[in-house]
């Protein structure tokens, strides 16, 4: 009898740390999702329903006189409705990438029954040969907008705004834009999914969202945020530029915004400031993975919408498996997420210690 309640107040031990643990490690997503959500914002003042009304009203012909890209695939949404347009930032050189992700997620064109379209946003290269190149693979494939400003870590908020410019003028009927880099695995059917079960139709703004971040007051670094032109001590909450989404009518009324926000900002920091302006906040899902990388779990990745810095064969990999058709079960898919974050976890201490060796050896060479 002692024995039996022995071997039961062990279970009960076991079985709460567990719990615990389970807890612990979904705390942090449960506080973002639930506690740390921004609150929604009030636009009774004048000056954001201005911006909502020119938004409403938005006349989008004159603008085509002047713009800021060359699409070199000028039908792709004109003549179709398109449920989600997704907006892949390439570097013009990085050509083998695109193709990759044309061989994956980006290969998506129909999820029950609604239309995807994945199109790649690029400057201009510096060199005449890679344009060249860049010509040529737009031909083939037709999937490239291409910006009039040089492509450099420099204009990546240009190239913000050029692609909120082409969904507004050339791909209004797009419901909803996700604008991804070009090194993020896209879960694009758990995430049309989702997008389908919204009863919210307007102001969506979903990401991982960024709480009180802090301007770049550091005049030698690159992403040097001058005063002058933020002279704000913290930005607004924004969506975390790796992955987003907007609908259309957010392109729409950042676009109208933008006329009054300073260019020198990152540019998920761009849209964060022209969404606050117009009335917006920004909604924070878990799901997406922000600039980490998640280690890899067939019913994790079938959940999640992005993981980052993702290898090309991994991505081949991943992308074969979680397109077989088989369905996790509800249970399945709890404990691939825990053994996703578990190992995601053991692999950035990992890497932190291997940052921390470095450092230690370099110091000591030095």
């Not at 024995?3 to 643990?21: A, M, P």
């Not at 209004?172 to 604008?179: D, E, N, P």
Request: charge should be negative.
């Amino acid at each position: 009898m002692t024995l039996c309640r022995l071997r039961t107040h062990q279970w009960c031990f076991i079985l709460f740390n567990v719990l615990l643990f389970h807890v612990l490690l979904f705390g942090a997503d449960l506080l973002e999702e639930y506690f740390l959500r921004s609150l929604p914002l009030s636009y009774t003042d004048a000056k954001t329903l201005e911006i909502r009304e020119r938004a409403r009203q938005l006349n989008t012909e004159p603008l085509k006189a002047n713009l800021s890209y060359i699409s070199h695939s000028p039908a792709t949404c004109s003549d179709q409705e398109v449920f989600l347009l997704i907006l892949v930032f390439s570097s013009p050189e990085n050509r083998t990438r695109r193709n990759v992700i044309r061989q994956t997620w980006g290969n998506v064109t129909d999820t029950r029954g609604y239309t995807v379209l994945t199109l790649f946003a690029l400057g201009k290269p510096a060199s005449v040969t890679t344009q060249l190149e860049i010509d040529e693979e737009s031909q083939e494939h037709r999937d490239i907008i291409e910006g009039s400003f040089i492509d450099s870590p420099g204009t990546q908020t240009q190239k913000m705004l050029m692609s909120v410019e082409w969904t507004v003028t050339s791909c209004s009927h797009a419901q909803y834009i996700l604008k991804a880099d070009e090194d993020m695995f896209v879960g694009v059917p758990s995430l049309a999914e989702y997008l389908l079960s919204l009863t919210q139709l307007e102001d969506i703004y979903i990401g991982r969202v960024i709480h009180q971040g802090v301007p770049n007051r550091d005049p030698a670094s690159p992403g040097f945020v001058p005063i002058l032109q933020y002279p704000e001590e913290l930005y607004p909450d924004y969506c975390e530029g790796s992955a987003f989404i907007m609908s259309q009518d957010v392109a729409r009324k950042v676009f109208v915004a933008s006329k009054e926000v300073a260019g020198s900002v990152p540019p998920d920091v761009f849209v964060g400031i022209c969404a606050k302006k117009a009335g917006i906040t920004p909604i924070h899902s878990s799901r997406f993975s922000g600039q980490k990388h998640i280690s890899y779990n067939r019913c994790c990745y079938k959940f999640i919408f992005t993981s980052s810095n993702m290898e090309e064969d991994e991505l081949f990999k991943d992308w074969k498996e979680t397109s077989d058709g088989k369905d996790c079960s509800l249970l399945e898919t709890y404990y691939s997420l825990v053994s996703c974050k578990v190992l995601t976890y053991i692999d950035k201490f990992k890497q932190f210690n291997l940052d921390g060796i470095k450092n230690e050896v370099l110091h000591f060479v030095n």
